[in-house]
């Protein structure tokens, strides 16, 4: 059904078209699905460095374990406010910018502090392969859902994800060992 045409000088709203499976399968993709991998990426992947490059400087799991919490903490708001504030959702279809941000703000503080919660095991050679394999599971489960909501290849999307993570799990064991080196 079409608006009655007026006179006013005020912008034309734009067709609100009727739900359809496809385009409520979109708006759960944009405004629900995205924003969650958006965080559990970044959570997952943006606290590997510090976590682990302090385990290797100090060599104390609790250590660690407050690094990770902050980082995965802050980034979490970060993220979260990012999202929030990047756009309205009117024109992008994205949703409530609020509901957006607090999906994102949360995904990444989960993502943060899964890898982190081995560290507050008191023995570091118990922690860390506990840790290594919630990384591999969490990159999985990321890998999983992009194959899954975003239609991603498998194999593709595996590999991106394993690499990505891989390169900055590297860099913060570099970086611990370059710590202790000095």
Known sequence: ??????????APSLPQPEM?????????????????LLGLMDGSVSTLAPIFAVAGLTGK????????????????????LA???SDDGLVSGRGSPLGRGVI??????LGGMLHTL???????????PLAYAVVVIELLVIAYIRFHFMKSP????????IVGGGVVFAVGVWLGRLGVAS
Not at 30 to 36: E, I, N, S, T, Y
Not at 154 to 161: K, M, P, S
């Open 1 to 10: 059904m079409t608006p009655p045409e007026s006179d006013s000088p005020a």
């Open 20 to 36: 359809s499976g496809a385009h409520h399968d979109q708006a759960f993709v944009l405004q629900k699905v995205q924003p969650a």
């Open 61 to 80: 799991p609790i250590d660690a374990f407050f690094v990770g919490l902050a980082a995965s903490v802050g980034a979490g708001i970060s993220m979260g």
């Open 83 to 85: 999202e929030a504030l």
């Open 104 to 109: 994102t703000g949360a995904a990444t503080l």
């Open 118 to 128: 081995p560290f507050l095991l008191p023995d570091l050679r118990t922690a860390l």
């Open 154 to 161: 498998l194999a593709q999307t595996i590999w991106q994800v």
